[in-house]
């Protein structure tokens, strides 16, 4: 399923680079680019002028040590994450700099609806975990001179960029929550992964990556969304029918009011680059598969967060790992929205979170570990 995502094309499929209205500052904004340069990856090939998207928070100070990074999740940009900044909140621009910066291949920075030929499209490079990781240090590090990072955090994918920032990166990371995400993909989160990327694939639209209409693939789009649906909460939202204080009348209406509706304007083949990150996630391949070593390499002070009715990222699973982290705790923050509860939909859900991450601030550290 994920061996490669590049395809052959025959002379008979075009060469495009698709116009896609949702990626744009309009919506998405304000952002910047920053310029990667010829990029070489780690799974081979390389992005020529590679871009990563971004947004920024508060002032950085004269002695570059009050800066938080704040990656995102699968389908998400900078955006997303703009909810947990405020004054008064744990991300306060007030107090620190707050970098949100964007995945590879999340609509904005470089991404395969946006590259030209002929590396666009179903053409664009695999991309990996550390390769975002590996850019985001850039602009942190060359492009900022920070050398430090207070805090770490993301959710999702971006829990899976916490921890690559964490074990690739120790002495540069004070702090680290990852949230609703693990340090590498286990075998039901790989089959689900796998699902979603099928969902999109399966429909004839999808023309082996090469549609000429960004929102050709809506039929795939639809049944991405409706897996998202049966993994991401649980059983018992179901049978509350919580989606209700939303103020959908239906589950059909929630499914399609919320869930379609947030799918349908995005680009497959961006998502598919992102799902292919997803489930090559391993913080282990930097100590030969041996994932205790790697944990054990993190200096953060951490959080590890799941939500505890999410499917995606089990409790359990996040649980294992975090005994792994030294100086590490574990604090699930409850929820029948499962993996969606870092949406925000209930304020109750976002102080939750908010008090975490202010606790986690609040911790002080000591540069020396033994």
């Given at each position: 399923?994920?061996?490669?995502?590049?395809?052959?094309?025959?002379?008979?499929?075009?060469?495009?680079?698709?116009?896609?209205?949702?990626?744009?500052?309009?919506?998405?904004?304000?952002?910047?680019?920053?310029?990667?340069?010829?990029?070489?990856?780690?799974?081979?090939?390389?992005?020529?002028?590679?871009?990563?998207?971004?947004?920024?928070?508060?002032?950085?100070?004269?002695?570059?040590?009050?800066?938080?990074?704040?990656?995102?999740?699968?389908?998400?940009?900078?955006?997303?994450?703009?909810?947990?900044?405020?004054?008064?909140?744990?991300?306060?621009?007030?107090?620190?700099?707050?970098?949100?910066?964007?995945?590879?291949?999340?609509?904005?920075?470089?991404?395969?609806?946006?590259?030209?030929?002929?590396?666009?499209?179903?053409?664009?490079p695999n991309v990996t975990i550390g390769d975002d990781?590996?850019?985001?240090?850039?602009?942190?590090?060359?492009?900022?001179?920070?050398?430090?990072?207070?805090?770490?955090?993301?959710?999702?994918?971006?829990?899976?960029?916490?921890?690559?920032?964490?074990?690739?990166?120790?002495?540069?990371?004070?702090?680290?929550?990852?949230?609703?995400?693990?340090?590498?993909?286990?075998?039901?989160?790989?089959?689900?992964?796998?699902?979603?990327?099928?969902?999109?694939?399966?429909?004839?639209?999808?023309?082996?990556?090469?549609?000429?209409?960004?929102?050709?693939?809506?039929?795939?789009?639809?049944?991405?969304?409706?897996?998202?649906?049966?993994?991401?909460?649980?059983?018992?939202?179901?049978?509350?029918?919580?989606?209700?204080?939303?103020?959908?009348?239906?589950?059909?209406?929630?499914?399609?009011?919320?869930?379609?509706?947030?799918?349908?304007?995005?680009?497959?083949?961006?998502?598919?680059?992102?799902?292919?990150?997803?489930?090559?996630?391993?913080?282990?391949?930097?100590?030969?598969?041996?994932?205790?070593?790697?944990?054990?390499?993190?200096?953060?002070?951490?959080?590890?967060?799941?939500?505890?009715?999410?499917?995606?990222?089990?409790?359990?699973?996040?649980?294992?790992?975090?005994?792994?982290?030294?100086?590490?705790?574990?604090?699930?923050?409850?929820?029948?929205?499962?993996?969606?509860?870092?949406?925000?939909?209930?304020?109750?859900?976002?102080?939750?979170?908010?008090?975490?991450?202010?606790?986690?601030?609040?911790?002080?550290?000591?540069?020396?570990?033994?």
């Amino acid at each position: 399923m994920f061996a490669q995502q590049t395809c052959a094309r025959s002379r008979k499929e075009p060469i495009l680079t698709i116009e896609n209205k949702f990626y744009s500052q309009e919506v998405h904004g304000p952002y910047e680019l920053f310029s990667v340069g010829d990029f070489e990856l780690e799974m081979g090939g390389k992005l020529r002028d590679c871009k990563i998207a971004y947004n920024t928070f508060g002032t950085l100070n004269a002695a570059k040590d009050n800066a938080i990074l704040f990656p995102h999740m699968y389908t998400g940009t900078h955006k997303h994450m703009e909810p947990y900044v405020g004054e008064g909140m744990a991300l306060d621009p007030t107090n620190y700099f707050i970098i949100l910066p964007g995945q590879i291949g999340n609509g904005l920075s470089s991404s395969p609806h946006n590259t030209p030929a002929p590396f666009n499209m179903a053409a664009f490079p695999n991309v990996t975990i550390g390769d975002d990781v590996r850019a985001q240090h850039k602009l942190v590090k060359e492009h900022f001179g920070i050398d430090a990072l207070q805090l770490v955090v993301g959710w999702s994918m971006g829990a899976q960029q916490t921890y690559e920032w964490a074990v690739r990166y120790p002495d540069m990371v004070k702090r680290a929550a990852p949230i609703a995400g693990t340090a590498k993909g286990y075998p039901h989160n790989l089959l689900f992964n796998e699902n979603l990327a099928a969902a999109m694939k399966m429909d004839p639209a999808w023309n082996n990556g090469w549609y000429t209409d960004p929102h050709a693939v809506h039929v795939g789009l639809r049944r991405q969304a409706r897996i998202m649906a049966l993994h991401a909460t649980c059983p018992e939202f179901y049978y509350q029918e919580a989606w209700r204080r939303a103020g959908f009348s239906s589950l059909e209406d929630f499914l399609v009011g919320l869930l379609e509706g947030y799918f349908l304007p995005m680009d497959p083949n961006d998502l598919l680059c992102q799902l292919w990150k997803w489930h090559h996630a391993d913080v282990s391949r930097h100590t030969n598969g041996d994932l205790t070593q790697a944990l054990a390499r993190i200096k953060a002070k951490t959080f590890v967060m799941p939500f505890q009715e999410d499917m995606f990222f089990p409790v359990n699973d996040c649980e294992r790992e975090q005994k792994l982290i030294p100086n590490s705790e574990f604090r699930p923050i409850p929820s029948l929205w499962g993996h969606f509860t870092m949406f925000g939909i209930f304020e109750e859900d976002k102080k939750a979170i908010d008090n975490v991450l202010k606790e986690l601030l609040a911790v002080p550290i000591n540069v020396a570990r033994s």
